[in-house]
């Protein structure tokens, strides 16, 4: 089944000067939050938005409060000036080539637990407007809360106003160090922690913008889609975050990476800043811990992830979804790019294999020790090396470049869609997006899309995404309400009786596809963690 694009951008942008007279004008009130308080930075006029910038949702994560759960904000905390573009400490690797994240990059500061929120000025259900919360990605060591661009495009795009949030968290070392002595003394998964508090904040306080607490979706890309599926099987599903539904972007929940190697971490972080343990990083000046975080992340191939903590990561997410321990009442959408392994090309480690012509057993199974990042048992081995063979005229790829651009894309991303897919037993919305060249992160100027000065290849493709996007956070279904009208086609959940339930978004037209791209039996054995 395929479909045409049609040109639809006339009807969007013909919507931009729309009003409604029946809607609620939201004047952009001043607002107090633990004791401070806040007014709009700015009012978008094209937009028709007010923008509530740098919110503090948690109190400064500096001295004793580095590596520990985030705490309620004071009034008595630093102010920071409304225009301000505030993130958290950061820096990317060299090797990393991605718009938007060139390597080598380093900025932000410790005290950068903030959100902003973007109030549609007429609301016609005052106090029922959806709310869309964004989680940026960047592999959990860079990116922020305005990295992915202005929302909006986003806005205009949803057929009634929605409310967008987006927050920072802290990232690198200072978010995800791990080991014995900060399970002791601190928290592992600081970041995730700090997410978690943002979701409280917004349930606690978007109805003075006249949000619904009870209609929040979370969305998020990459990191940020991960970051979406450790809380859905947070606790074990025990202690469900308070959003109705998520949309999931390239996620990657991390299962390439063990915890093996925390303690060793740990003291490579401790002694870049001068120390050996947990009480005198939390003493060291916020420059030796900014430097130590760079100094270990460069040059490196690897980067801080979540880890297994036994409380809000309790165990391997796979295993966690396989055995019905998540949050099943949350409604899923999730969708991968076409090339997701592109992108790792570049990282020296893969790049040493894949562009060699060295077929050897021995080549391919240094990339997959690599990919794993765990030394892996002959059993596993052995199982890897037959679903993913030597290139030969037997295989879907013809040489090293082609295996580990397949085994990247697998068991970094679609290994983690299988498990989702596989949980919700198919009642999801599941996409593939194919515009342009498709790598990883590619969809993200399509999310936020804001006017033909954008930098993407089909304008038409990226305001159906976001007509998708947002349908699906304003009623949990992508299509448009009956009362309705345009051109999209009809995007179908993965459960009905299609033979390609796949919902494909090319350059020049909708069609449905064959699920084996994400369901088959390479991610099946990547998803159980067979080999941790």
Request: glycine letters at 8%; proline letters at 6%; hydrophobic letters at 40%.
């Amino acid at each position: 089944m395929k479909f045409a694009l049609r040109d639809f951008r006339c009807l969007w942008l013909s919507c931009l000067f729309w009003t409604s007279c029946l809607a609620f004008i939201f004047d952009g009130p001043e607002l107090e939050f633990d004791g401070v308080r806040y007014s709009p930075s700015q009012y978008n006029e094209t937009g028709d938005y007010y923008l509530y910038s740098n919110i503090r949702y948690a109190a400064p994560p500096v001295r004793d409060l580095r590596w520990a759960k985030p705490q309620l904000p004071r009034a008595s905390d630093p102010s920071v000036d409304p225009n301000a573009n505030v993130t958290c400490t950061q820096v990317t690797p060299n090797w990393w080539n991605i718009t938007g994240f060139p390597g080598g990059f380093t900025g932000g500061v410790e005290d950068c637990l903030f959100l902003d929120v973007y109030v549609p000025r007429n609301q016609t259900n005052y106090g029922e407007t959806p709310i869309m919360l964004w989680i940026h990605g960047g592999g959990f060591i860079t990116g922020s809360k305005t990295a992915s661009g202005d929302p909006s495009g986003l806005l205009w795009a949803a057929d009634e106003p929605i409310i967008y949030v987006a927050i920072n968290y802290r990232l690198g070392g200072l978010g995800f160090l791990a080991g014995q002595e900060v399970a002791t003394a601190g928290v592992a998964n600081a970041g995730l922690h700090d997410q978690r508090a943002a979701f409280r904040w917004a349930q606690d306080h978007i109805a003075a913008f006249g949000g619904n607490p009870a209609d929040i979706t979370v969305f998020g890309e990459s990191a940020g889609a991960a970051s979406i599926m450790y809380h859905l099987t947070g606790y074990g599903g025990k202690d469900c975050p308070p959003f109705r539904r998520a949309i999931l972007q390239s996620n990657g929940f991390c299962p390439w990476r063990g915890h093996a190697n925390n303690e060793a971490r740990f003291l490579a972080f401790a002694n870049a800043a001068g120390c050996s343990d947990l009480e005198c990083l939390r003493n060291a000046s916020t420059e030796a811990v900014i430097q130590a975080n760079i100094n270990l992340l460069v040059n490196s191939t690897e980067m801080y992830q979540p880890q297994i903590d036994g409380n809000l990561v309790p165990d391997y997410p796979g295993w966690l979804l396989s055995t019905g321990k998540f949050c099943s009442d949350v409604e899923i959408m999730v969708g991968n790019n076409d090339d997701e392994g592109g992108w790792m090309l570049n990282n020296p480690a893969v790049h040493e294999v894949a562009y060699s012509n060295d077929t050897s057993k021995a080549n391919i199974e240094k990339g997959f020790t690599f990919g794993l990042g765990t030394p892996l048992t002959t059993g596993v081995m052995e199982r890897l090396l037959e679903l993913y063979p030597a290139p030969s005229n037997r295989t879907s790829y013809s040489d090293m470049l082609g295996l580990m651009t397949l085994f990247q894309s697998e068991q970094n991303f679609l290994s983690s869609t299988f498990a989702i897919v596989n949980a919700w037993k198919k009642h999801v919305f599941a996409y593939k997006f194919s515009v342009g060249y498709a790598i990883h992160a590619m969809d993200v100027p399509y999310t936020y899309y804001d006017g033909p000065t954008a930098e993407v290849k089909n304008a038409t493709a990226a305001i159906a995404l976001q007509k998708y996007l947002t349908r699906f956070a304003i009623t949990g279904d992508p299509n448009q309400k009956p009362a309705k009208t345009d051109t999209l086609p009809l995007f179908l959940r993965m459960d009905t009786s299609m033979t390609k339930p796949v919902f494909k978004i090319d350059d020049s037209s909708y069609e449905y596809v064959s699920d084996d791209y994400f369901m088959n039996e390479r991610t099946e054995f990547l998803a159980s963690g067979l080999w941790i």
